[in-house]
């Protein structure tokens, strides 16, 4: 009997043996992958986009803009109007901004300099700009010093710049809307401190961003242009002018103008760039 009575407490003590080894595994293994989890969202760059749902409509382009961010090694995060408005001068803002715009989205490109001084600087996208040979090493230590940079001259497809400076010129902002002649938008604004010189805005040459679907025959890429500057932008005008040279690699699915399908065109051309010229920052897909 206490032969069988040991061998039961031997069959007990493996069990709780193994119950140990097993609940001490777990929780290592869960602790290594939040550690890792930690680690790589604290060393992946982060690109905005300011985004308001009701006046943005383009939902096909945001979630292309999103998952091609993300394929270059980016987090792609969206910033709306509660963020500008956490912004102390927000309301100072908004005083002056409302009245010419109302709530339209040239007010919203007004706001989210305030939007990006919120949550700490660093680099802001159009919509309809995305990245290329974008150098990694930039996207967490930000070129210039940390200035406000526009890489497309004074069109501003992508932006960076720190907390510090989205403020300043937030401030420039507030203080030349009310003074500036003529129409008043966000380009012209950027175009005045341009040709004025003074404001320590750093405006990169128009090569850091090439422009429209870079096709120089039907679905044949430029790979030499492509292979210049971090990304590329298809604004409506750049994209209508594709379509005008008959470079659009669509057909178009219904009455529209062709930057009504813009999103299915930008798509088609960025996996005909990753299988011509090798992509760039994101892995070559398959061809459907």
Known sequence: MKYEHDSANIVISKKSIWKTLFGVFTIVFFRSALKVQILNDVNQPIIYLFFEKDINTESDLLELWKDEWSKAGFRPKILTLADARAHPYFGEMEAIVKPIFSDTEDALNFYRYLAMASVGGGWLSEGDTFPTNFPMSEGLNLP????????????????????????????????????????????????????????????????????????????QVDCKKMGIGRAVHMAHSYVAHSFAKQLYPIELPGPGPAHDYRADAIKVFLKDWRHQCGGSNAPVEPIN
């Open 144 to 219: 210039q010093d940390g200035l406000l940079t526009s890489y497309e001259t004074h069109v501003p497809s992508l932006l960076s710049g720190s907390a510090d400076e989205w403020t300043r010129v937030s401030r420039l902002i507030i203080d030349t809307i009310p003074i500036m002649e003529g129409r008043k938008s966000e380009l012209r604004f950027l175009a005045k401190l341009l040709k004025e010189g003074d404001s320590n805005v750093q405006f990169m040459p128009m090569t850091n961003v090439q422009i429209g679907l870079v096709y120089k025959a039907p679905h």
